[in-house]
């Protein structure tokens, strides 16, 4: 037993989620992992509008009138929300892929960016289509 | 002397480029999209028929509907991945999550195809 394996087994671990403050960038890394996981439980949804909206005048409709309901109406956004932070910070990881942006400071100012464009853009569509 | 290649069952790299091909070709088709909608002279049900009536519609909403199948499969197998330690477990949500992807793609054809 070495005196480096001893310190390796001291070191302190705070993983608490609650406690740990995330920069920029690793919330929005979480978040495009968080805002996936969401599109791909709410796929079936997706597929189900656009059966019902391209079957008949009279379920586009129907489909249109389900959707003036303030509760359905927050879940589409929440998904537009996902939709738009998974794409605007998979942009960004395509945009590094190909080493832009990799500095530091580029890379918090573009996960601000990710975090908060997303973020308004889904309240402009909120906006103009409630 | 032991060789060891750290190289695992190659299809790290073919997933890696799966994600980000599937990502780009996502990526144009919502702009393509929305640049349709936004030429609707009205957004009702006989324009938005006729959008997804056209040849060229049906194929790109076909690409693009493969595209997030794929997608979604790298993604959520990564989330799984990392989560979800049993063996067992997490072998069987794979098959949960890839019968669901293929469920969808037939459920998708099916939609594009009776319009």
Known sequence: MTEHTLKMRKRPKHLNLFQIRLPFPALVSILHRASGAILFLLLGLLLWLLQGTLSSGARFDAVRSALSNPALKLVLFGLLWAYLHHLLAGVRHLAMDLHYGTELEMSRASSKLVFFGALALTLIAGVALW | ?115
């Open chain 2, 1 to 115: 002397m032991v060789r060891r290649e750290v190289v695992g069952a190659h299809y790290g790299l073919r997933d890696w480029l799966a994600q980000r091909a599937t990502a780009v070709v996502m990526a144009v088709y919502t702009l393509l999209l929305l640049g349709a909608i936004a030429f609707m002279p009205r957004v009702d049900f006989v324009s938005w028929r006729a959008l997804f009536a056209a040849p060229w519609m049906k194929m790109a909403t076909l690409i693009f509907v493969v595209s997030v199948l794929l997608h979604a499969w790298v993604g959520v197998r990564n989330i799984l991945m990392d989560y979800i330690k049993p063996n067992g477990l997490r072998l069987a949500l794979y098959v949960v999550v890839l019968m669901v992807l293929v469920v969808y793609a037939g459920w998708a054809a099916q939609i594009l195809w009776s319009v």
